[in-house]
């Protein structure tokens, strides 16, 4: 498995990620499948300009054009306006318990950690979405409580969920 940033040419790992029921059951339901072209456009320009790190996870060398989910680290301010550094990953049905998650998750904090401007690193997974939650307990992750986030324009009920890679990462 390797990390690579995100492409123009990613629309249909996007689609596939973002459109479909069983990928976005704990995210709300599936997006509409218009706008996902500039949804990806607008995240290849986050990370041309250094504001985020949007990397897809492919299976390496043997296949570098399989997608098998992303991972993301980005900075945000909270509704109080403080700002916070959030991550989020997905990995699509086909690949799932296999581990790549937690690794994709592991290496971006990792980076985070050498790169050193990320901060202390939030994570929210659905209060229900059992791998997601043990992926951050499984790293060093502190469990803050229960809280309500928006994604997409839509409140979802979310385990909130720090760590410091530079000091907590197990």
């Known amino acids: 498995m390797r990390l690579r940033d ?33 949804k990806v456009a607008r995240d290849v320009q986050a990370v041309a300009a250094g504001d985020a790190w949007i990397k897809m996870i492919v299976l390496g060398e043997a296949a570098p054009e399989v997608v098998a989910g992303s991972v993301a680290l980005w900075s945000h301010d909270e509704d109080d306006g403080e700002p916070i550094t959030e ?28 790169d050193g401007r990320w901060g202390l690193v939030h994570a929210f997974p ?30 979802l009920r979310s385990n909130h969920w720090v760590i410091n890679p530079a000091t907590d990462l197990t």
């Open 6 to 38: 995100v492409e123009l040419g990613d629309v249909s790992a996007y689609v596939r990620m973002r459109c479909d029921p069983v990928m976005m059951a704990e995210l709300g339901g599936p997006l509409p499948r218009e706008g996902i072209e500039g």
């Open 87 to 114: 991550i989020g990953w997905m990995v699509l049905p086909e690949f799932q318990g296999r581990g790549l998650g937690k690794r994709a998750v592991r290496t971006l904090l990792e980076l985070a950690r050498h």
């Open 126 to 155: 659905a209060t229900t979405n059992s791998p997601s939650n043990g992926i951050c307990r499984s790293l060093g992750f502190s469990f803050a409580g229960e809280r309500d986030v928006t994604f997409a324009g839509r409140v």
